[in-house]
Every structure is written in C-alpha cells, then in structure tokens.
C-alpha cells in the first residue's frame, strides 16, 4: 500500500515537473498575444466612447447662432429726435463698413438695428459652414439649400424697409431669425444623423473586431490546459477605466431635473408690478405717438374737419397729461417690489426709468407743431409754449435736451429768435450742435460742436454742419481731429470725411480715402464707394472675412456701381459668393444697363438662375421698356415664388400699362400692406378711363390699409390710411376724405389702457 502511494506521488511530481514548463510557456504566450490585444482592444474602445461623447455634444460644438442682445430702450419712434425728413430715416440697414463700427454712432436706434442685423448675418454663415460640413461628408444638402434659399427671399424685404420705430425694426430682424433658426436646426440635426450613422458603423466594426479576436485567441488556445482565472490580475489602469465609463453612463441616473419653485402670492404681487409698469409705459409712448399722428391727419384733412381733427389731437395730450400722477405711482410701485425681489433687481431698473422718461416727454407736442404750423400757427405756438413748460417735468437730461432740439427746429417756421433761443437752453453740446445746424445757425453750432468732449462725435458734428452750410472749412478742422483718434475710430472718420470731402474737391476726398489704414479695408471700402471708385472698393472688399456680410456689402457696391457702368459692375457681380445675393446683385446691374441695352438686359434676366430674382429683373426692364410681353413672362413666374414680394413692385410697374392684368396679381400677394399699394397703384392708372372702377380698387385697398398690422408700430395702419388719402386725394377728394376717417379711426384705436 505503502509502495504504491509512494509510486503514484513519484508520478505526479514527475507530471507536474513536466508540465510546468509547458504552464510557463503558454502563460508567456498568453501573456505576450495578451499585451498586444488588449491595449488594441482598449484603444479601439476608447475612440469609441469618443465618438458618443462628440454625439451628444454635437449642437454645443457646432457655431451656434449668437443670441439676440437685450433691447436697452431708449426711444420708441425715431421721429421723437429727428426731424420727419432726415433722410437718415429712410435706409438704416444699408451697409456702412464692420459692425464694431455702430458702436461710434451717436443714435441709439441704429446701433441696436445694426446689431440685429449682425446676428442675421451670423446666422447665415452657421447655416452655411453646417451646409459645407454635411457636403464635405458626402451628404447632399439639396434640400437644405432649396429651404434656406427660400428663406433668403425674405431678406430683401426686412433691409428694404423703412421703420418707423426701433421696435418694429428689432422685431422684423428676430421674426425672420427665428425662420432661420428652423433652417439652422435642420443643419444640426443632419449632422446628428451623419453622427450617428458614423457611430454605427464604427460599432459594428469594433464589435466584430473584437468577436474575431476572441475566436482567434480561443482557436489558438483550445489546447491549452491553462487556469486563465487564476493568472488574470484586473489592474488598476482597467479598473479606472470601468469606473469612468460606469459613472458616465450612470450620470443622468443621479442627477434628477432641478425642481423648479412654485410662484407664491407676493412674487405674482411684484409680477403685477411689473406687468402695470410695461403697460404704463407702453401706454404713455402710445399716447404720444397717437397725438402726433392724429395731428398729421389734421394737417391733410378738409378745412371743415381739420378743426375738430385738431380737437382730437389736443385730447389725446390731455390724456396724457392727466394720466402723469398715474404713471409715477406705477414706477414707484415697481421699485417698491423690487427690493424684495431679485428677480427683478435688472428688469425694475430700466423699466422705471422707460415709464419716467415716457410719461414726461415733450416731443408730441413739437411734432404736432411742427405738422400744424402751416394750417393752424395759433395751435402751434400754443403746443410749442406747452412743450417748453413740459421739459421742465423730464428729470433726465438727455431726453430733456432731445425734446429741446425737437421744440427748437419746430419753432423755426413761427418764430426765429424764439427758435434760437431754444436751441441754446440745450445742455448737452452735441444736440444743440444738431438744432442750431438744422435752424441754419452754422456758426454757432460749430461753436457748440468745439464743446463736444468726445472727439469723434466732436469731428462728426463739424462734418455735418460743413455738409448742411456746403462751407468746407469745417470740413479741414474735422481732418485734423480725426488725425488724432485711436486707429479705428479714425479710420471711420476719415471714411466719412472723405464722402464729405467729394462734392466740394475730389482730389481732397482721394487723398483722404487713401489716408485710411490698411488694415480696415471696410472702411477704405465705405469710402472709395462714396467717391465713385467702386473698383478700389470691390478690392477691399475681397479683403473682408468670406461670410454673408461680405456678400452683402458686395451686392449694395455692385447696385451703386451699376449706376455709373453697368457693364463693370456685371462683371463684378458673379464673384459674389453667395448664390441669392449674386443674383441680386446681377438685377441691379440688369436694371440699370435697361436704360442703354433693353434686348440685352432681358436676355440676361431671363439666365438668371433665381425665380426670385429673375421676377425682380424682369419687371426693371419691363418698367423701362413698357413692353407687355415682358411683364407677361415675369408675371408666369409668380408660382415658382417663395415669397411673393417681388410681386408687389410688378403690379406697380405694370399697372400704367395694363391695369387689368396688373389686377389679377393683386392676390397673390400675402401681406396687407403690399396689397395696399398695389391697389392703390391700380386705382391711379384706372383713373383716367374708369372712374368708378378705380373707386371700387381703391375702396379695396383701403380695406387692405386697415387690416394691415407691423409688430412694434402701432400706428403703421394709421400712416398708411393716410399715405393713401395723400396720393389719391387729386382723383377723388371725398374718397381721400373716407382714408382720413379711417385712418383717424386706427389712430384712435391704438391702446393706451394700463
């Protein structure tokens, strides 16, 4: 027994002896094949979990579009600081060199405009850099480019537009973002599909490397008599990793949506609060806006009314001079609830001084007089006595010496020392500058202008009153201010100077344009525009960044330059980069090389490639030659349109020619306001032969008038009542008299309840 125990342990440490050796051996063959696969293995595993990280985080890598500043009111209507016929008013959006360049101008307004339009322009280049993304993947962006093309058809109106008030401008901007935003997010979400397509196949592919490995090891390995379990050692490298991936994927677990606190009655209290206050001074800005309409209406309305118009108008400052105690204690409640409410610790601010400002300003009243001077002088002074008295109320400076300004030039036509006088109560020297230079007191405004403390509104008040005075002697004391500003409020100076420089030595304003600094070819642009080198201009504009800005500023340079040489100006065009506003630019040139070349000018318009734009030049040329067929074949293109817009101008240019025909696009048009004037157009040409039918258009369009609504303008269907009244007042006076009454009627109508 002995024996044989002693036999069977000699064998087995003669196997285990024999083994061992082998053990050793494939352990180091694992081992080795082992050091290979699994840093392979975790490499691979790693890119993918880097591929669902940049999955998920896809819309925050992309360039988002900016968000839209908050809108810092200042003034509501641009006619409470300028004059009705500033011809500033009438293209705000024109491109005018870099967006940094707004900051230096004086008004308000136009740097908020401005700044809207730059994120428009940002929001067309992430729309285009996401659509050059998906083509460089091998993705077509035919549809993406057909939806946002669409969109574009939409732009000219929103930048051809006069806006009356910040408000409308602002809100024209946002509302055709927000439609760019549908297009942006169509971007993002193909590239998350490209993404997730790519992630898919690169699992598929990970996975079936790592199902091939593990069959290859276990192929090679099946003979081996290895305790795998016992050798294997998880070290801390692979335990971290487990961990990082277990704690990513198990994140949203342990991190539950944050709960939102219930609103209590005192925060809906300081809601109210804050509510009352907007509508206050909604309500104080409607009021103003209302008299200084209800008085145009007075100006233009039948001697027998105009008196009672008058009435009306007056009324309606009653109102809002009755309503001032009102005002005050909606602000001072306000502030009371806001010492308790951090919510409101940057909204109440802003607001009471908006309701303050609103509720004492004095610029109705000078623009009343400033209607009612001609027709009613007596009213007038009165208005103009009122409005002295009124400033005393406004407890800001700077408002109080804007409606200064306005009482001054109001009073130039009534009382010319009184006008005077006014002007040099004003506190603030750059806007007594500007009312002693638009009541042709030049000496004395350049005077006030010295006092500027800032130097480059200092050298802008000296241009504008050497341009009013066409004296350029101030032009020289503007230059040599500018000299002396940092580099890139000089540069934009001089950019100005030297438009202002051209009527009065071109040489001058050459070498002035060519003083600007290299390295701001926007504003060497801006200013070899303004002098009629559009050649030198298209040259620094190549040097701007490649975007929709620069396109931009390319299609408004090649609509000048094809005033002077339409055939430079078609050559230039087709470098634009951006397909819409290339063929627009191609129109402009069209349309101007009609007046020389019709048969060619159709040609060309009928290859562009846009039925948008190939509307548009159909109907210039059509507008030059009078020729039926033409306005035929742009009328066939009205189905094809995205946005009907270019119709509009159609029916105007067509009307003198066929009314009827011009009749039947009526429509096809979707905005009231455009169906207005293509209807009055209509009733203007019908007038002639058929009185009564042009009656029966105009009624139409009147109608249209009423219903027509601008988000920010509350006035807008007012004004255009009386635009109409206005131009069809020589065909029919009684039927003009009918626009007025609904005009006062909308007036009337706008609210002023808080």
Known sequence: MRVNEKRRKTKDERRKTKERPLRETNAAIIHQRSSVLCPLSFVLGLCLFTLAVLWLAAPALAADPPATAGLSHTDHYCIACH??????????????????????????????????????????????????????????????????????????????????????????????????????????????????????????????????????????????QVNILRSFRLGIGALLFVLIVFVIFALPIFNPPTQTEAATAADLTRQSALDAATRAAVSAENLSARAWEISRLAAVSPAGSRPSVVDTALSTTHELETNFDAYWGSARALEESAVTWDKAADAAPPLVHRLEVAASRAWAYAAMADELAATNPVSATALLNTALARTQKNSDPYFRDLDLKKIAVAWLPLNRAQAIATANRIADPFLRAWALREIGQFDSAAASARQ??????????????????????????????????????????????????????????????????????????????????????????????????????????????????????????????????????????????????????????????????????????????????????????????????????????????????????????????????????????????????????????????????????????????????????????????????????AAQRVTTTF
């Not at 620069?550 to 609509?559: F, G, I, K, P």
């Open 83 to 224: 004059s009705a016929n500033d011809p500033r008013l009438n293209a705000p959006l024109a491109w005018n060199g870099d967006p940094t360049r707004d900051a230096l101008s004086p008004c308000p307004t136009v740097r908020e405009l401005r700044d809207e339009l730059a994120y428009t322009d940002a929001a067309f280049d992430a729309i285009a850099n996401g659509a050059r993304d998906l083509a460089s993947s091998g993705i077509s962006t035919t549809t993406l480019d057909a939806r946002l093309l669409a969109r574009e058809e939409s732009f000219p109106r929103v930048v051809e537009t006069s806006y009356r008030t910040v408000d409308a401008g602002v809100g024209a901007a946002r509302a055709f973002r927000y439609q760019l935003n549908k297009t942006y997010t169509q971007v993002q979400s193909d590239r998350r599909a490209w993404m997730a397509n790519v992630m898919l196949i690169v699992g598929i592919v990970v996975t079936l490397f790592l199902l091939a490995s593990l069959a290859w090891g276990w192929w090679n390995t099946r003979h081996l």
């Open 452 to 745: 500027v403390s800032d130097p480059y509104q200092r050298a802008f008040a000296l241009r504008e009153i050497a341009v009013a005075s066409k004296n350029p002697a101030w032009l020289n004391e503007a230059l040599t201010i500018a000299q002396t500003l940092p580099a890139l409020a000089r540069a934009y100076a001089l950019a100005d100077l030297a438009a202002a420089w051209q009527p009065f030595d071109a040489n001058q304003a050459a070498r002035v344009a060519n003083s600007i600094a290299p390295q701001f070819p926007d504003a060497r642009a801006s200013a070899f525009r303004h002098i009629g080198r559009f050649a030198d201009a298209w040259t620094e504009l190549a040097e701007l960044k490649p975007g929709f800005e620069q396109s931009r500023a390319q299609d408004e340079l090649v609509a000048a330059w094809a005033r002077v040489s339409p055939n430079d100006a078609l050559t230039a065009a087709p470098q634009i980069r951006d397909p819409f506003l290339r063929a627009e630019a191609q129109r402009a040139a069209i349309a101007a090389l009609a007046r020389s070349d019709a048969a060619r000018a159709r040609d060309l318009a009928n290859a562009l490639p846009i039925p948008f734009v190939r509307a548009q030049a159909l109907t210039d040329v059509a507008r030059v030659t009078r020729d039926a067929a033409t306005f035929e074949q742009a009328a066939a293109l009205a189905d094809d349109l995205h946005d009907p817009y270019p119709l509009r101008d159609l029916v105007m240019a067509w009307a003198p020619v066929e009314p009827t025909r011009a009749l039947a696009l009526v429509d096809k048009l979707d905005q009231e306001t455009e169906r207005a004037q293509a209807l009055l157009a209509v009733a203007l040409a019908l007038a002639p032969t058929d009185h009564a039918q042009a009656n029966a258009v105009f009624d139409r369009a009147v109608r249209q008038a009423q219903a027509a609504r601008v988000l920010g303008d509350p006035l807008y269907s007012a004004e255009l009542l009386r635009e109409l009244g206005m131009r069809y007042a020589t065909v029919d006076a009684a039927k003009a008299n009918e626009a007025f009454s609904a005009a006062l009627d």
